[in-house]
Structure formats: C-alpha cells, structure tokens
C-alpha cells in the first residue's frame, strides 16, 4: 500500500497542481473580464437615437473614423444642448476635474494632498468672479451656456460615476461614495479663469527677478532680461500708432528690416552690461527691500507653482500662428495656420468638433469648426463659412505684484491705514470628519497671496512696530468681463468689421488674433483689458503703499494695434513684441526675442506660391536659429583629437535642424545646455536656472560678443577667472560626456529623440505616484523632432533634463480657398477615456508631423462619417 502511496503522490500532486491552476486562469479571465468590463463602462454609444430633454428638433450628431463629432441642429441652444451632451460622453472626467480646480474643491476629490491648491483658487476667488460675470454677458450668451449645461446633465443622468470615466472607479477604491453635481453655466465659465491664470504673462518673471537678488545686483538681473532686438527681429505690426483716439496702421514708416539689420552695430562688450534704456524705470524698492523680500516671493512662487498647469503656462509655452494673403498663395485665396504650445497632457487640451446650423440665419448664426475646450460651449480656435481665425499669447503684463505693510486688520495706502477686506472660505476634505477654514485678506489692489504659503507666517517685522509685510495681486481677470460673449461672437463673425466687433470683449487673457476670410483679407488684432499704469513697467514688484504705483486706467479698444492686409502679404504672430517703441502704450516686457517669428518670416517670404502642405512643413520646421549663432565659436574651440573631439566633428556637416533621428542635434542640445549651466548656475539661485528658451538664447549671443565678461567666470573657483572660451570648452566636454552616458560610446549611434521624448501624463491619477495606476492612464514616452525656440517647439527645460515639458498641442491650416483641403491634428485623441481607440489615436501621427483631413461642407461631412448619433426631443407629461 504504501509503494501504491507512493507512486500515486506525483500523480495527485501534478493533479493538484493542474487544477489549481485551473482555478488561478478562471480567477484571472474573471479578472481580466470585470477589469475589461469597468474600463469599458464608460465608452458612449456613437449610434442609434437618444431622447434628450430639452430639444426642441433632431440633431445629428456625425462622427469619423476618429470620432471628431459634427454636429447639425435647428436652433442654436440645440446646437450648444449637442456640444455639452458630446462633451461629457467623451470627456466628463476632465470637465469634473476642472470644475473642482477653479471652483477650490480639489480636496473633496482627492483629500488633503490638494488642500494648498483649493486655498490658492479660493483666495484669488475664480468661481466668485465667474458668477459675477453670468449677470455680465448677453441674453444670447447666457442662453448657450444654460442650453451647454443641459446637454451635459442630461448625459450625465442617473449614470453612476463608474459609467462616466474609470477614474472615478479607481477614485471608488479608496475614496468615499462621490456623487457629481449638476452642471452649471458658472462651470463653464469659471474654466476662463484658469486660461487667464495659464496665459497670465510676466508674474513668474516678477517673482524670479526678486529671487535672483539673492546672489545678483537689480541691474545684474535686468541684464538676464534684455528688451526685444527690434534690428534683428520683426514685431507683429511694422508700422502704424495711435492718431487721435484710434491706431492708424498707416502711421509712420514701414521700417525695412533687412536695410536696418545690415546697418546695425554689433553688440559691445558694454551693451551687454547695460540694462535696455527704453524699459528702465526708477527702483520700486531699494536693495535692502528687495533682499527682504526674498523668502516672500519664494513663497509666492510656490503657492503659484501650486496649482494644475490647467493649460500649460511657463517656459517654452507660447505660438505660432500666421496668415499669408492670396498675393502669396498658390490658390489667390488666404491660407492660415496655428498651432498653440501648451503643457501636455493625456487626453489633450483641445477638442475637436464642427457645430453647424442647418440654415445659417439670425436665429441660428453657427456654421463652424475647430478647437474646443471641454466644458466650455463653442469654438476657441478654428473657422466657419467665411473667416479664420488662429490665437498666441500676447504677453501682455495684466498682473502686478504689490508688496502690501499690515498692521493686524488693516493696511497701509497712500499715508492713511485701511480697513483690510476679509471672507472665510470653507473646505471639505475626503478622508477628514471636519472641514477647514482659512481667512482670506484683500486690498485695494487685490488678494493677499502671500497668506496662502504657511512657510510666511513668520514674515519678518519691522523694527519698533507689528507691521508685516504681504504680498498682493492685482490682476485683470479678477475683474468680471464678457470674454465668452467674444467667443460666441467670433464663431458666428462672417467679416473683418464682425471679428473685430466680437473681439472688443476678449477681455482676458490677452491673446495675440490672427484673422483671414474668403473675401482674401488677412488681419490682426490686439485684445484685451490691459492695464496703464502711472509708474513703472511691470517688470518688479511695487510697494503697495505707494499711490504712483496704480493702475490709472486701460488701453482703450480702439487704440490697440490692429492691421488689415499689412503691405508685406503676412501676418505673423509667434509671440514676438505686437509693435515697435513707435507705440505710446506699454503692452509688456516678456515677450518672446523673436527667433521662432523671424524664422517663419524667412521661411515664409522665401516663396510666393504657398499651398496647404507648405504651411505644415513650416509649421514642423527644426532649424535652430541658436545653433546658427553659437557654432562659429563651438567649431573654434581647440579640443583635439579623439574623444572629445567626436562630438564637434559631428556638427561640421550639421545642417542646424533638431531631427529625432539627428546625432548633432542631441551633442548640440546637451553643449546648449552644459553651457547655461557652467555660466550661470554659479550666479543663481537653483529656483531661477535657466530653462534654455529665446530668452536665454538673445542673453547668449550678446555675451558672445563679450568673451571676458564676469558671466563667464565661475564664481566657485576663487584663483581663476574663466573666459567665453574656457566655458564652451567645458560645456563641449561636459556634453561629450553626457551623450556617451545617456546613449552610447559611438557618437554615430547618438539621436535627438533617443533623449528628447513625451510622456502623455494625465492630470490627476496619471501622476499618482502608484505606477499600476498611471500605466492605466499615462501613454508614451514618443520621441520627437523640435525643442525650445524652435518653430517645432516642443520645449524642454535646461535646468533639468531633456524631457519635453512644453509642445504643439493641435496643429491646423485653413484654406480659405477651399476649406475642405483644410488639415488638423491634436496632440492625442478626442476622447478622454482610456483604452478607447480615440484616447490616443492621432498621437503617432502628430509626433510624425501629419495631419488629418479637416471635412467642412456637409457632403464631405457625410462621406466621412463612420457613425451616427440622432439625438431626439423627449416629449414631457
């Protein structure tokens, strides 16, 4: 018996073991099945027919192949009920997430991590001023955004939220029961708040002035901010001022830039000491205020670093857009082209949709497509029936940071001491019993920031008093405007005389608009509420106190540069100063240097026959205009023969353009970047190291014309004083080096996108820190062509690594010849959901510079349609 125990053990063990594992693949299919199951609970049928409450007739709801929806609807509150009824099947995550950031209540969703971004909205008060703007716009507009609301809620339903977006069914594992809340028409418009704060122009730039302070005189810092080289580079308008009480295009000479380039000295060792005279004002504070300030700012800078990039406001954001006339095309018609760099993100910022009236008249004035912002009803960028129209950040200066003297509940203002505003605001935080309150304090000027950061508490008081010192923000977006009415406007705008009508009320932010229409004009026009202020440029922070440091009032309307089929045939818009010194009004002092605007000027005015294919390789262009610049000096340098001499022999047949599959193109980022860092790092505190963008590009080439300047020297070696040769010697070899860690020994075997790649990362569990989670939701990495200060500009930060951080989140042309040859691509897909086979579909294409065709008219429409949704009127008892 035993023998026949023992020969039967194998067999029973292998038994057991086969069934056990028949159990384990039972469990994983069971698994993988409900895990299959919940990923796709939330995909919305695209077919069939659906009662809506609320219509008033039929709408058709068309998708393609991507699932890029058109929409045809009879009315235009059906039209906009559509938009929000498509958004949220494709996107109602996002829309939630958003809401619950400019609303404050992040920490409701994911408890107190989000707390200190909650505290930053509420002070600055987005959604308080949102509601006062619903009583500002039209009767038109409220009527859209209340139709918007009602498409998105009746979506939303009784789906429960596992039925909406798998984060919510992740949420539901360690979170509490979550319940979303009826949309409203503030959640809409509440979203403009957080592109004003992504687009808000030069405040990171005021804050890192003050930090640079720690180790740098103010005219030391003013030198790293040099004005606008208007002999090298072409501002957006060339010619025109102020006559009277309106902008004359035709004022004053058209300069010729070629004759004043030829002409211009080249920069002295001198100028490159010299702070630009044009922009100097007399110091707001004295140096000792300014050291003082220091932990402040940091603080400041924090708190604003705090929240979401919603949009993807900081280096390397910004772009491109421009318009050329028929004179310049190969059809006699317009073409324009844009494409905004923004912080990317998974799913992407943008949306693409057509939303069409089936007979265009007053009382349904829509006939557009383009670029939208889920949660938001119509069209931001795109074009309709009969103009085009394309956006980049102007930068124009509409915040100021104002530091405020407290004594206990007032403040101190032109000698007299004021009653400090004050509210509590209240927050509910998932995985806290009670909730947690905060005092916000306003002035004058706005809310107190620095009370936000607790690391201020502690602020240091002046001598002999309890005065403490705060620091405030005054800020065009916290004034109710009517920008949504702009958007409506521009959407249904059919000529140049409507466009501009519409934009008087783009109050913020500030956006450069490019303009072309079927009847062959081009244009531009500068929006937007933009401050006059008595004293200063902006450039620093002010002392509150001080009653000559106010704003006395704003550019009005029709004063602000504007421009009408300009003699050169184009318009060209990549955030470049607007307009030359010729101009009375300070719009700002960050604008870009222009590199990326006179590259596409050059590439532009190379031909007179421009088709839509052209514009897309523009558009994807890599040349470096830095590496033009600073290669006659790397070439000199003497580094010998054999290793460290590899890398330089790889830029002698360089053709200066950043190609992912480019070896020179990775050795001259990696020198481009070694180089900021033996320059500069010794001279800056680490919150302010470069990032590499056109700033930093126009700081380098005025250096180079100084080789013995103190910049040079390094700062940590006490008995030598190193020149522009020792440190470009030190950056090649630091780059040789750094390539041969990163890819190989054999430089041959080096590539730009082997190092410069995107990673998609979604805002909220995408960086959760839990790596099953963000697999579920991040995509990539995907490497690609480009870099900062590139046309293809898809940036990436000097002070860090190689990682893209900023890029062209859509690309578009528009053939006003034809606009069914129009093109467009969006940097990852129209839905939100993961896994769909639209989440991340045009990705690929994107990162290989293509486009997608852009259907317009209704056969084309029609012919591309791979589903239909009919969405029905719901008869109510």
Same mark, same amino acid.
């Given at each position: 018996?035993?023998?026949?125990?023992?020969?039967?053990?194998?067999?029973?063990?292998?038994?057991?073991?086969?069934?056990?594992?028949?159990?384990?693949?039972?469990?994983?299919?069971?698994?993988?099945?409900?895990?299959?199951?919940?990923?796709?609970?939330?995909?919305?049928?695209?077919?069939?027919?659906?009662?809506? &409450?609320?219509?008033?007739?039929?709408?058709?709801?068309?998708?393609?192949?991507?699932?890029?929806?058109?929409?045809?609807?009879?009315?235009?509150?059906?039209?906009?009920?559509?938009?929000?009824?498509?958004?949220?099947?494709?996107?109602?995550?996002?829309?939630?997430?958003?809401?619950?950031?400019?609303?404050?209540?992040?920490?409701?969703?994911?408890?107190?991590?989000?707390?200190?971004?909650?505290?930053?909205?509420?002070?600055?008060?987005?959604? $308080?001023?949102?509601?006062?703007?619903?009583?500002?716009?039209?009767?038109?507009?409220?009527?859209?955004?209340?139709? !918007?609301?009602?498409?998105?809620?009746?979506?939303?339903?009784?789906?429960?939220?596992?039925?909406?977006?798998?984060?919510?069914?992740?949420?539901?594992?360690?979170?509490?029961?979550?319940?979303?809340?009826?949309?409203?028409?503030?959640? /809409?418009?509440?979203?403009?708040?957080?592109?004003?704060?992504?687009?808000?122009?030069?405040?990171?730039?005021?804050?890192?002035?003050?930090?640079?302070?720690?180790?740098?005189?103010?005219?030391?810092?003013?030198?790293? !901010?040099?004005?606008? &080289?208007?002999?090298?580079?072409?501002?957006?308008?060339?010619?025109?001022?102020? *006559?009277?009480?309106?902008?004359?295009? /035709?004022?004053?000479?058209?300069?010729?830039?070629?004759?004043?380039?030829?002409?211009?000295?080249?920069?002295?060792?001198?100028?490159?000491?010299?702070?630009?005279? /044009?922009?100097?004002?007399?110091?707001?504070?004295?140096?000792?205020?300014?050291?003082?300030?220091?932990?402040?700012?940091? @603080?400041?800078?924090?708190?604003?670093?705090?929240?979401?990039?919603?949009? #993807?406001?900081?280096?390397?954001?910004?772009?491109?857009?421009?318009?050329?006339? @028929?004179?310049?095309?190969?059809?006699?018609?317009?073409?324009?082209?844009?494409? &905004?760099?923004?912080?990317?993100?998974?799913?992407?910022?943008?949306?693409?949709?057509?939303?069409?009236?089936?007979?265009?008249?007053?009382?349904?004035?829509?006939?557009?497509?383009?670029?939208?912002?889920?949660?938001?009803? #119509?069209?931001?960028?795109?074009?309709?029936?009969?103009?085009?129209?394309?956006?980049?950040?102007?930068?124009?200066?509409?915040?100021?940071?104002?530091?405020?003297?407290?004594?206990?509940?007032?403040?101190?203002?032109?000698?007299?001491?004021?009653?400090?505003?004050r509210r509590t605001e209240t927050f509910e935080v998932a995985g806290q019993d009670e909730p947690e309150t905060i005092t916000v304090r306003e002035t004058r000027h706005g809310p107190v920031l620095s009370?936000?950061?607790?690391?201020?508490?502690?602020?240091?008081?002046?001598? #002999?008093?309890?005065?403490?010192?705060?620091?405030?923000?005054?800020?065009?977006?916290?004034?109710?405007?009517?920008?949504?009415?702009?958007?409506?406007?521009?959407?249904?705008?059919?000529?140049?005389?409507?466009?501009?009508?519409?934009?008087?009320?783009?109050?913020?932010?500030?956006?450069?608009?490019?303009?072309?229409? $079927?009847?062959?004009?081009?244009?531009?026009?500068? &929006?937007?509420?933009?401050?006059?202020?008595?004293? #200063?440029?902006?450039?620093?922070?002010?002392?509150?106190?001080?009653?000559?440091?106010?704003?006395?009032?704003?550019?009005?309307?029709?004063?602000?540069?504007?421009?009408?089929? +300009?003699?050169?045939?184009?318009?060209?818009?990549?955030?470049?100063?607007?307009? %030359?010194?010729?101009?009375?009004?300070?719009?700002?002092?960050?604008?870009?240097?222009? !590199?990326?605007?006179?590259?596409?000027?050059?590439?532009?005015?190379?031909?007179?026959?421009?088709?839509?294919?052209?514009?897309?390789?523009i558009q994807n262009d890599t040349y470096n205009s830095q590496a033009n610049t600073l290669m006659p000096y790397l070439l000199e340098v003497d580094l010998g023969s054999g290793y460290y001499a590899d890398?330089?022999?790889?830029?002698?047949?360089?053709?200066?353009? =950043?190609?992912?599959?480019?070896?020179?193109?990775? !050795?001259?980022?990696?020198?481009?970047?070694?180089?900021?860092?033996?320059?500069?790092?010794?001279?800056? +505190?680490?919150?302010?190291?470069?990032?590499?963008?056109?700033?930093?590009?126009?700081?380098?080439?005025?250096?180079?014309?100084?080789?013995?300047?103190?910049?040079? *020297?390094?700062?940590?070696?006490?008995?030598?004083?190193?020149?522009?040769?020792?440190?470009?010697?030190?950056?090649?070899?630091?780059?040789? *080096?750094?390539?041969?860690?990163? =890819?190989?020994?054999?430089?041959?075997?080096?590539?730009?996108?082997?190092?410069?790649?995107?990673?998609?990362?979604? =805002?909220?569990?995408?960086?959760? @820190?839990?790596?099953?989670?963000?697999?579920?939701?991040?995509?990539?990495?995907?490497?690609?062509?480009?870099?900062? %200060?590139?046309?293809?500009?898809?940036?990436?930060?000097?002070?860090?690594?190689?990682?893209?951080?900023?890029?062209?989140?859509?690309?578009?042309?528009?053939?006003?010849?034809?606009?069914?040859?129009?093109?467009?691509?969006?940097?990852?897909?129209? /839905?939100?959901?993961?896994?769909?086979?639209?989440?991340?579909?045009?990705?690929?294409?994107?990162?290989? @510079?293509?486009?997608?065709?852009?259907?317009?008219?209704?056969?084309?429409?029609?012919?591309?349609?791979?589903?239909?949704?009919?969405?029905?009127?719901?008869?109510?008892?």
């Amino acid at each position: 018996m035993r023998a026949l125990a023992l020969r039967l053990r194998p067999v029973l063990t292998r038994r057991l073991v086969v069934v056990v594992a028949i159990v384990l693949a039972v469990a994983l299919v069971a698994m993988a099945a409900v895990a299959v199951v919940t990923v796709r609970r939330p995909f919305p049928d695209r077919t069939g027919s659906v009662q809506i &409450p609320g219509l008033s007739a039929e709408v058709e709801v068309l998708r393609d192949d991507r699932g890029i929806p058109q929409v045809y609807a009879d009315t235009a509150e059906d039209l906009f009920l559509a938009q929000g009824y498509v958004h949220a099947q494709d996107r109602f995550f996002e829309m939630d997430f958003r809401r619950h950031v400019t609303a404050g209540r992040l920490a409701e969703l994911f408890g107190e991590s989000a707390l200190e971004t909650d505290k930053v909205v509420r002070t600055m008060g987005w959604r $308080r001023v949102a509601e006062q703007e619903l009583a500002k716009v039209s009767p038109s507009t409220r009527r859209y955004l209340e139709a !918007y609301a009602r498409g998105v809620n009746a979506y939303v339903g009784d789906r429960e939220p596992a039925a909406l977006g798998l984060e919510y069914s992740v949420l539901a594992l360690t979170g509490p029961d979550y319940e979303p809340e009826p949309w409203t028409p503030v959640d /809409s418009l509440a979203w403009l708040k957080a592109m004003a704060w992504d687009l808000r122009s030069n405040m990171g730039d005021e804050i890192d002035r003050v930090l640079s302070t720690e180790k740098l005189t103010r005219s030391q810092v003013d030198t790293l !901010y040099p004005g606008f &080289p208007f002999r090298r580079h072409d501002p957006i308008v060339t010619r025109g001022t102020v *006559d009277g009480d309106a902008f004359d295009q /035709s004022a004053g000479r058209r300069r010729n830039a070629d004759t004043d380039r030829a002409e211009a000295a080249p920069d002295s060792a001198d100028a490159v000491a010299a702070v630009d005279e /044009s922009s100097s004002v007399s110091p707001a504070l004295d140096a000792d205020g300014l050291k003082d300030l220091v932990g402040s700012m940091r @603080g400041v800078s924090q708190v604003a670093a705090g929240l979401p990039t919603l949009l #993807g406001f900081g280096e390397g954001t910004g772009s491109n857009a421009w318009a050329v006339s @028929g004179e310049r095309s190969a059809t006699g018609q317009p073409i324009l082209a844009n494409d &905004p760099h923004l912080a990317p993100s998974m799913p992407g910022i943008w949306h693409q949709m057509g939303l069409h009236c089936r007979v265009v008249d007053d009382d349904c004035p829509f006939d557009v497509a383009g670029f939208t912002f889920s949660g938001m009803p #119509g069209v931001v960028i795109g074009h309709n029936a009969d103009i085009a129209w394309g956006f980049t950040t102007m930068y124009a200066d509409v915040t100021d940071l104002y530091v405020e003297r407290i004594e206990g509940d007032r403040y101190l203002y032109d000698g007299t001491w004021r009653p400090l505003i004050r509210r509590t605001e209240t927050f509910e935080v998932a995985g806290q019993d009670e909730p947690e309150t905060i005092t916000v304090r306003e002035t004058r000027h706005g809310p107190v920031l620095s009370d936000v950061d607790e690391t201020l508490e502690d602020v240091a008081e002046r001598e #002999g008093g309890g005065t403490e010192f705060g620091v405030s923000l005054q800020w065009t977006a916290l004034t109710p405007g009517r920008t949504m009415d702009a958007v409506f406007g521009i959407g249904k705008a059919s000529d140049w005389a409507g466009f501009r009508k519409a934009a008087r009320h783009f109050a913020v932010p500030s956006q450069n608009l490019v303009y072309a229409d $079927r009847s062959g004009n081009i244009g531009y026009q500068a &929006p937007g509420s933009i401050p006059i202020r008595a004293r #200063g440029d902006g450039r620093w922070p002010v002392p509150g106190w001080d009653p000559t440091y106010r704003w006395k009032g704003f550019i009005p309307y029709a004063e602000l540069p504007s421009v009408l089929n +300009p003699a050169e045939g184009y318009v060209v818009s990549a955030n470049q100063q607007v307009i %030359g010194r010729q101009y009375p009004y300070l719009i700002g002092t960050g604008q870009a240097a222009g !590199y990326r605007s006179q590259r596409i000027i050059d590439l532009l005015s190379s031909t007179s026959k421009l088709d839509v294919d052209d514009m897309s390789r523009i558009q994807n262009d890599t040349y470096n205009s830095q590496a033009n610049t600073l290669m006659p000096y790397l070439l000199e340098v003497d580094l010998g023969s054999g290793y460290y001499a590899d890398g330089q022999d790889l830029l002698r047949d360089w053709d200066m353009k =950043q190609d992912r599959d480019s070896g020179a193109a990775a !050795y001259f980022a990696s020198v481009w970047r070694n180089l900021l860092a033996r320059t500069f790092h010794d001279d800056l +505190p680490q919150d302010v190291w470069p990032a590499g963008g056109e700033r930093w590009f126009e700081v380098v080439r005025r250096l180079l014309n100084a080789p013995d300047s103190s910049w040079w *020297d390094d700062r940590t070696t006490k008995r030598e004083r190193e020149t522009r040769d020792d440190v470009l010697r030190t950056a090649m070899r630091d780059a040789r *080096d750094e390539m041969t860690r990163l =890819q190989s020994l054999d430089p041959t075997r080096w590539t730009w996108g082997r190092v410069h790649t995107l990673t998609l990362e979604n =805002q909220t569990l995408g960086t959760s @820190g839990i790596a099953l989670v963000e697999r579920l939701f991040n995509r990539g990495p995907y490497a690609v062509a480009g870099g900062s %200060g590139l046309v293809d500009a898809t940036a990436w930060d000097a002070a860090k690594g190689y990682e893209v951080t900023a890029v062209p989140s859509m690309r578009m042309v528009v053939d006003l010849d034809d606009l069914d040859r129009s093109r467009w691509i969006n940097l990852t897909g129209v /839905s939100g959901h993961a896994f769909h086979g639209n989440y991340v579909d045009q990705t690929s294409l994107w990162a290989d @510079g293509k486009t997608l065709a852009w259907p317009f008219s209704p056969e084309k429409v029609k012919a591309a349609a791979d589903d239909e949704l009919t969405l029905t009127p719901r008869l109510e008892h």
